[in-house]
C-alpha cells in the first residue's frame, strides 16, 4: 500500500519560512520523481516543484528564488523550503510520486500566510 504523508504546513506571517516534508512508503522511493502540489479555493491544481531521481529541479516562476526541494533517499522523504511566503502562497500542499504513468498523491496539508 502506497503512502505519502506530508507535514509540516501551518499558519505564518508574511515573509516568514515553512519546511514541509513527505514521508513515502510503499514504493521504491529513489527511483520515483517527487513533486508538490499546491491548490488554492477556487484554483487548479499547479505544479510546486519537483525533483527527480537523478536530483534535477524544477519550479514554477512564481516561486523561483524563494522554495527549494530536496531529497532524502535513506529517508524515503521528500522536502519543500519555502522562505519569504507571500499571502499568494496560501493553498493545500500536496506531495506526488511519479514514474512511468504510475503516480500517487498525498492528502495534502494547509499553508496559510497571513498576518
Known amino acids: 500500500q502506497v503512502q505519502l504523508v506530508e507535514s509540516g504546513g501551518g499558519l505564518v506571517q508574511p515573509g516568514g519560512s515553512l519546511r514541509l516534508s513527505c514521508a513515502a512508503s510503499g514504493i521504491i522511493f529513489p527511483i520515483y520523481t517527487m513533486g508538490w502540489y499546491r491548490q488554492a479555493p477556487g484554483k487548479q491544481r499547479e505544479l510546486v516543484a519537483s525533483?527527480?531521481?537523478?536530483?534535477?529541479?524544477n519550479y514554477a516562476e512564481s516561486v523561483k528564488g524563494r522554495f527549494a526541494i530536496s531529497r532524502d533517499n535513506a529517508k524515503n522523504t521528500v522536502y519543500l523550503q519555502m522562505n519569504s511566503l507571500k499571502p499568494e502562497d496560501t493553498a493545500g500542499y500536496y506531495c506526488?510520486?511519479?514514474?512511468?504513468?504510475?503516480?500517487?498523491w498525498g492528502q495534502g496539508t494547509q499553508v496559510t500566510v497571513s498576518s
Open positions: 525533483i527527480t531521481s537523478g536530483g534535477s529541479t
Open positions: 506526488h510520486a511519479w514514474r512511468r504513468g504510475l503516480d500517487y
